[in-house]
């Protein structure tokens, strides 16, 4: 599967962004989709994720109540409204697919800059 990571930009705190993943190739259905993000200097963490029918979300304590993880396996899309954004999410966000036997496909990545 290919993945499309697109939505990041500029924005001050306490405003919204929604991101967006495309997916192209395989069976969409088949994968868990998550996002992940890497600030400077930082190593890449998880932030949400989302089961292959959309029946079960998980998110890290610093964003859970702000984002909303969503998918649309029809279109093979996957986003992520983060609201109340801080600058301390400031970070390049990537879009993850991992299958049932654990292998995994990442997008490009987008970029948010959270301005305070």
């Known amino acids: 599967v290919q993945l499309q990571a697109s939505g990041g930009g500029l924005v001050q705190a306490g405003e919204s962004l929604r991101l967006s993943c495309a997916a192209s190739?395989?069976?969409?259905?088949?994968?868990?989709m998550g996002w992940f993000r890497q600030a400077p200097g930082k190593e890449r963490e998880f932030v949400a994720g989302?089961?292959?029918?959309?029946?079960?979300?998980y998110y890290v304590d610093s964003v859970k109540g702000r984002s909303t993880i969503s998918r649309d396996n029809a279109k093979k899309m996957v986003h992520l409204q983060m609201n109340s954004l801080k600058p301390e999410d400031t970070a390049v966000y990537y879009c993850?697919?991992?299958?049932?036997?654990?292998?995994?496909?990442w997008g490009q990545g987008t970029l948010v800059t959270v301005s305070s």
């Open positions: 993850n697919a991992k299958d049932k036997s654990l292998n995994e496909h």
């Open positions: 190739g395989r069976t969409f259905s088949n994968y868990g």
């Open positions: 989302i089961s292959w029918d959309g029946g079960s979300t």
